[in-house]
Structures are given as structure tokens and as C-alpha cells.
């Protein structure tokens, strides 16, 4: 067989591989059109449902929720957003399935078994975040912002015995810009969340070790502020609710690794195949090791 024979059969896999990859990727992207499709559709319900939070704050105010278009095409693009966060939604489910049915194959029992529950404890973490992102972060960020409303209490005499209109300062939000934000609360808190999924999956990978976090934990603690400074609006209360929350996920997570280290240990030992680094040699070990050697010799 020629080298050239040997090298078409060698990539053969490689262009099955391909293949399927390209398959689960257009599945993958075809369901997600169809769950824009589907959410572009009731993307009206949709925004009227993400703006709960802020009609809640201003109704305790005695104000009238209504946003506004400040453009003619703003209508559009927020049924856009919409319909692309409800269709990666829908779709997730499908997409994950899509990218389990191309590795799995290629994953040993064991490794299936350690894989899996991360796959599912993923989504779950983030629609978790996203859950406390929109019913607690989101109106606490809100009320916060609209406190610094004014109402104009009356007029002031100016000369010709008239009065100046009052002062007056309140929100007329633009309902693009809301969307927006509130988006990046939901993304930005879900995507936190998936700090123990991630850390623990490494962890069962040997990447990371909980000795090695609890380390760096003041590192961490730095980051974590620069993190909540940089992903949510410049407002101290958001920014100490993110800090906590993801600080508190990282000491799970220790709490996490450490217990994936004390399973893999235990199943070492039931094996016979652990051996601790820091075994001490009694004297009786050593006289039988020069014993022996003696008799090698």
C-alpha cells in the first residue's frame, strides 16, 4: 500500500467526524430558528413579562408603567432580542442533546457518568441565576435607579408676579434600552452561576485542586469585585449582591472539589493504587531494605 493510501485511509475518520459535526450543527441551528420563530410570534407577552420588575417599582411609586420607541425601528429590534433569547432558550435542551449524541461516542462508561450530570446541572445553574437576576436583582436595581426621580412641588415667583413651572424629572424609559439591560442582568447572572459547574468539573479532571483555591482566594476575591463592577450598572447595591452571590459560589465550590478529591481517593485506595506522598519509613522498613539489598548483592 502506498504512503498515499495510508494517508486517505488514515483521515477518513477525521471526515466522518466532520460530517457529523456539520450535521449536529445544522440541526442545532435550525432548532434555534424555530424557537425564534416560535418566540418572535409572542414576542409582545414575552416583553410585557420582562417588564414585571420595573411596573412593579413604579406602581409603589404611583406611576404609570409605559416605555417608549425613541426610534421607528426600535419596535422591531426588541422583538428581535426577544424572539433571540426565547429561541436559545426553547432550544438549549436540543442543542445540548446535540452536542452530547457527537461526544459521547468517543467517551469511555466512566467518563459518560462523570460528564453527564454536568451537562444537566449546567442549564439548571443558569436558569437558576437568571431566575434571581429577574425576581431579586432586577427590581432592587430598578428601585435604586428611579430614586432619583424629582417632582416638581410647585412654582417659584418670578417677576410679573407669574410662577415657573415646576421642576420636574421622571423616568420615560425607552423600551430597547430596558431590554437591553435587563438582558445583561439575566445573561450576566447566569453565566455566574455556572462558576461550581465549571470548577468542579475541572476539578474531576484534576485541573484544579481545593488546596489550590482556597490559595488563591484573595485572588479571587479581587476578581470577583472587578466582575461585579464590570457586568452590572455603576449602583453599589447590585454590585454587592453579584460580589456576594459569586463569592458564595466559589467557597461551594471548594466545598465541591474537596469532595471529588476525597471520592477519588477513596476509590484509589479501594484499588490499591493510591499511595500517600508523604509516607514515612519506620526503622524495622529500612533494616529489611538493607537486608535486602545485602542479599541481592
Not at 87 to 99: R, S, T, V, W
Not at 222 to 231: D, K, Q, S, Y
Not at 268 to 291: C, I, Q, V, Y
Request: some cysteine.
Amino acid at each position: 500500500m502506498s504512503n498515499t493510501d495510508e494517508l486517505e485511509d488514515s483521515s477518513a475518520p477525521l471526515i466522518e467526524h466532520l460530517a457529523e459535526l456539520r450535521s449536529r450543527l445544522i440541526k442545532s441551528v435550525v432548532a434555534f430558528v424555530i424557537g425564534m420563530v416560535i418566540c418572535f410570534t409572542i414576542a409582545t407577552p414575552i416583553f410585557n413579562f420582562l417588564t414585571n420588575p420595573l411596573c412593579k417599582v413604579l406602581a409603589e411609586r404611583g406611576q404609570d408603567c409605559d416605555l417608549i420607541f425613541i426610534s421607528p425601528q426600535e419596535g422591531f429590534f426588541v422583538a428581535i432580542k426577544v424572539s433571540l433569547l426565547g429561541g436559545f432558550i426553547l432550544a438549549f435542551p436540543y442543542i445540548a442533546g446535540q452536542m452530547w449524541r457527537f461526544v459521547a461516542p468517543g467517551l469511555y462508561k466512566s467518563e459518560k457518568g462523570a460528564f453527564l450530570p454536568f451537562l444537566i446541572a449546567s442549564p439548571f445553574m443558569f436558569m437558576l441565576g437568571a431566575a434571581f437576576a429577574f425576581y431579586v436583582v432586577t427590581p432592587l436595581a430598578y428601585d435604586f435607579f428611579l430614586g432619583f426621580q424629582q417632582f416638581g412641588q410647585g412654582g417659584e415667583a418670578i417677576e410679573g408676579g407669574q410662577n415657573a413651572a415646576p421642576l420636574s424629572v421622571v423616568f420615560q424609559g425607552s423600551a430597547q434600552e430596558y431590554l437591553n439591560l435587563t438582558i445583561k442582568f439575566i445573561v450576566a447572572f447566569g453565566l455566574c452561576f455556572q462558576l461550581p459547574v465549571l470548577l468542579t468539573l475541572m476539578g474531576k479532571a484534576g485541573l484544579v485542586g481545593a488546596e489550590g483555591l482556597k490559595a488563591v482566594r484573595k485572588y479571587a476575591v479581587v476578581g470577583i469585585l472587578v466582575l461585579a463592577a464590570l457586568v452590572t450598572p455603576p449602583d453599589v447595591i447590585t454590585q454587592v449582591i453579584l460580589f456576594v452571590v459569586v463569592y458564595g459560589l466559589y467557597e461551594i465550590s471548594i466545598f465541591l472539589v474537596a469532595r471529588v478529591e476525597r471520592q477519588r481517593e477513596a476509590k484509589l485506595r479501594a484499588e490499591g493504587l493510591w499511595f500517600d506522598d508523604e509516607e514515612e519509613m519506620h526503622p524495622e522498613d529500612d533494616a529489611e531494605r538493607s537486608d535486602e539489598e545485602r542479599n541481592d548483592v
